[in-house]
């Protein structure tokens, strides 16, 4: 059996990783690089019971359960740790909390801390570009092929695939996997798909060293008389990634075109260094921006593509893409060679609880 997945992201990666583990025959496509977009610029926090009483639940469960396991599987160093969670909010000017020491003795006075969210036992962190990297180059290890291009068609025999078109020519397949992340939209000229919208989040990435210990943080930031969700996440190579004023915006044809808002950046540069004399401009790794992939539903993609055989997608995964991914590749995988799965239930995910979208809307594009 041979199967085509177009896309180098993470949920590229765990389906090739996981097809390869059954001896499957796996070439993935990519038009950029691995981990080009959301894959290698996401935040990589992890909780077990965060979706609680919601579809994703059993997904993320299963899934922080394999990000523990594939430390022990797969070479590599993707900075996997356990990690405790706090929520909280940044006193304003004239709250009489605004020069009180923060719980935590690496935040400025006036950060307050008013609950721990997560422990060593529920959240956790991972590099998500070294995650990915190291999820595909085990793929690649045990024989599955990486391919550079871009997907220009589906190739059919009725209503099933048959391959894919990278440029005009034909790789050859058995089933197809779209796994494009929000440019999964494209793929709707080619099949009954759903929309995909693609959320745009900026961060900054600075160089902590290891002053920083391991507590992600959720905090509350007033801005301007409104307030404003920032997110912390020390990971432990010793960079600290930092998250804020998600936004909507044109989605480039291409990932490698994608690049943070100037004014956005400002805003949460000066937001961290209210929160902590570490996050100094010196300091500055990276400043930059992702797209995350949305459905109208909020819950991803994820199995057969309706009205066709052979044809699968897996995108939609939001802020739980690093999360969701090894769980869903594994699902995938169960899906294409067993036609059902074992550990999850993919039904609440299937891409035909969504009406299509038109495919003339994208002629444009």
């Known amino acids: 059996m041979r199967v085509v997945i177009c896309g180098g992201g993470v949920i590229g990666a765990c389906t090739a990783y996981f097809l390869r583990r059954r001896g499957i025959d796996v070439t993935v496509v990519e038009r950029t690089e691995v981990a080009a977009a959301a894959s290698g610029k996401a935040g990589g926090f992890l909780a077990r019971d965060w979706c609680a ?35 909280g909010f940044v006193a304003s000017d004239g709250d009489a909390r605004r020069r ?7 935040l400025r006075d006036g950060v307050v801390i008013t609950q721990r969210i997560g422990t060593a036992k529920t ?16 793929a690649l290890a045990q024989g599955a092929t990486l391919r550079a291009g871009r997907i220009t068609g589906i190739v059919r025999d009725g209503d099933r695939a048959r391959g894919v078109e990278v440029e005009g020519r034909v ?39 290891s002053e920083v ?24 190579d010793g960079s600290t990634h ?3 004023l998600s936004d909507i915006a044109p989605l480039p044809l291409d990932p490698a ?68 991914a090894p769980a869903t590749g594994e699902a995938l995988a169960e899906l294409i060679t067993e036609g059902a799965t074992r550990e999850v239930d993919l039904s609440p995910f299937d891409p035909a609880r969504l009406a299509p979208l038109d495919p003339s809307l994208l002629q444009a594009r």
């Not at 197809?176 to 009954?192: D, N, R």
């Open 100 to 106: 009180a020491p923060s719980a935590l003795g690496w």
């Open 213 to 236: 210990p391991a507590d992600a943080l959720f905090l509350e930031y007033e801005e301007d008389g409104s307030t404003v969700s920032i997110e912390v996440f020390p990971r432990a």
């Open 257 to 324: 075109a994608v690049t943070p808002d100037v004014d956005a950046i400002g805003r949460l540069q000066s937001m961290s260094e209210r929160l902590s004399p570490l996050f100094r401009p010196e300091r500055i790794i990276a400043q930059q921006a992702c797209f995350r992939p949305v459905t109208e539903d909020g819950l991803p993609l994820i199995g057969k593509v309706p009205h066709s055989e052979g044809l699968y997608v897996a995108t939609g995964h939001n802020v739980w893409g690093i999360l969701n």
């Open 171 to 209: 790789v050859a397949a058995d089933a197809v996997v779209i796994a494009m992340g929000p440019w999964s939209l494209l793929a709707a000229q080619w099949m009954s798909l759903p929309a995909v919208y693609g959320q745009r989040s900026p961060s900054i990435v600075y160089d902590t060293v």
């Open 242 to 244: 930092i998250t804020a």
């Open 53 to 87: 009483g919601t579809p994703l639940d059993a997904l993320a469960r299963r899934s922080f359960a394999l990000h523990a396991q594939l430390p022990e599987e797969i070479a590599g160093n993707w900075g996997y740790r356990p990690m405790t969670a706090y929520s």
């Open 123 to 138: 959240t956790a962190i991972v590099h998500p570009r070294k995650f990915t990297s190291a999820v595909m180059d085990a």
